[in-house]
């Protein structure tokens, strides 16, 4: 069964800065190509995409609203997929999720989620 695991997430005041990292051994060291994604679900709300990463192109995505402050990473070969997240507001609290995207056959696998607060 593949995993797909969130790791880094906690409780940061406004300002500060977080990251995140997604793990799928089962997934990256095969070397798929595939895209992986950082979305964020606030309390009550939909999961929104935050970011998404092409491996092995290495290319990234943003969503406009964290353009600047967080930068995704993990090029083909590296273990994970991190998602550095800076100058934090209230706004991105929520759950973080990462969804690997598997492009032939479209398949997608999900983590648990992982829960980042920040505070004012």
């Known amino acids: 069964q593949v995993q797909v695991v969130e790791s880094g997430g906690g409780s940061v005041q406004s300002g500060g800065s977080l990251k995140l990292s997604c793990a799928a051994p089962?997934?990256?060291?095969?070397?798929?190509?595939?895209?992986v994604y950082w979305y964020r679900q606030a309390r009550g709300n939909q999961r929104d995409l935050v970011a998404g990463?092409?491996?092995?192109?290495?290319?990234?995505n943003y969503v406009e609203r964290v353009k600047g402050r967080f930068t995704i990473s993990g090029r083909n070969g590296q273990p994970t997929v991190d998602l550095q997240m800076n100058n934090l507001t209230t706004d991105d609290t929520g759950v973080y999720y990462c969804?690997?995207?598997?492009?032939?056959?479209?398949?997608?696998?999900w983590g648990k989620g992982i829960v980042v607060n920040v505070s004012s």
């Open positions: 089962e997934l990256f060291y095969k070397n798929y190509n595939m895209v």
């Open positions: 969804k690997v995207h598997r492009i032939a056959g479209g398949v997608d696998y």
């Open positions: 990463i092409h491996r092995p192109g290495g290319s990234t």
